[in-house]
Structures are given as structure tokens and as C-alpha cells.
């Protein structure tokens, strides 16, 4: 999938999205400019008519420091993945809040409009369709 930009620093990323059952999201990708890379897992457990938890997990892993050559691999690099990681873990929770209002004005929409860039978003709701009653 395409990346999408951040409104202050317009950073593009390549990531993939895998989407594991009904509620939960893997991304991951790596961070421009480095040899590192970014792991989120987001999971949706809906709570009631327009609400729900949401969970974020964040890992950023650095193979090596760049500048530091051999002596910025391994156990040296363990601080600043964790700095990384809480400082993604920040972010990541931001933007996600971001989309708050649209998920919770959302309707399902029996037959929605779908075009080829939705991708296979049509056999992943039929697949869904299985785990919902009728009301």
C-alpha cells in the first residue's frame, strides 16, 4: 500500500498492511533514511454502537547505529531502539487518535461504492460477513 504523509513533516513511507481477522492491523515498513524499521499492530474491540478500545503496539528495531560503524551494533544499539520505540509508540497513538471522528460517524453500508484502488476489499467483507448476525 502507499504511504501517507504526516501533516507536520510530510514524511512518506512504504509500508505493508496485513490485516488479521476482524479486528486487527499489522503495518510495518522500513523508516526512510535508516536501517531501521517500524512494527505497529493496532486492534479494534468494539464496545458499544460508536465506540471502542483501541490497542497500539509499536516496535522500532535498529539493526546498527550508523555513525558508530561495528562498535554501534547490538547490545549498543538497545538504548536508542527503546527511545525510538516510545518516542513511535507517541506518534503512533496521535495519529490514530486523529481518526477518531470518522470512526465514530461511520455506518456500514450494505452495497457500498468500491473502485479497483479499494482493493480486495470486497472478498474481505464477504469473509467478515460470516461473523455478524443478523439484528
Known amino acids: 500500500m502507499p ?13 505493508t498492511l496485513t490485516v488479521i481477522g ?11 533514511r535508516t536501517d531501521s524499521s517500524m ?10 454502537p460508536s465506540r471502542a478500545h483501541v490497542r497500539v503496539a509499536t ?3 535498529m539493526d546498527h547505529l550508523p555513525l558508530l560503524g561495528q562498535a554501534g551494533t547490538g ?29 465514530n460517524h461511520q455506518r456500514h453500508t450494505e452495497q457500498p461504492r468500491l473502485t ?7 472478498r474481505y467483507r464477504h469473509w467478515a460477513r460470516q ?3 443478523e439484528q
Open 75 to 103: 547490545w549498543s544499539a538497545r538504548p536508542l531502539n527503546k527511545l525510538l520505540t516510545v518516542l513511535a509508540q507517541r506518534w503512533t497513538c496521535r495519529d490514530v487518535a486523529r481518526d477518531f471522528p470518522a470512526w
Open 22 to 32: 476482524l479486528a486487527a492491523f499489522l503495518i510495518e515498513g522500513p523508516l526512510p
Open 3 to 15: 504511504g501517507r504523509s504526516t501533516p507536520s513533516h510530510h514524511l512518506f513511507v512504504d509500508y
Open 116 to 122: 479497483t484502488a479499494d482493493g480486495p476489499i470486497r
Open 39 to 48: 512494527h505497529i499492530v493496532l486492534h479494534f474491540t468494539p464496545i458499544r
Open 131 to 133: 461473523h455478524y448476525t
Open 59 to 61: 516496535v522500532v528495531e
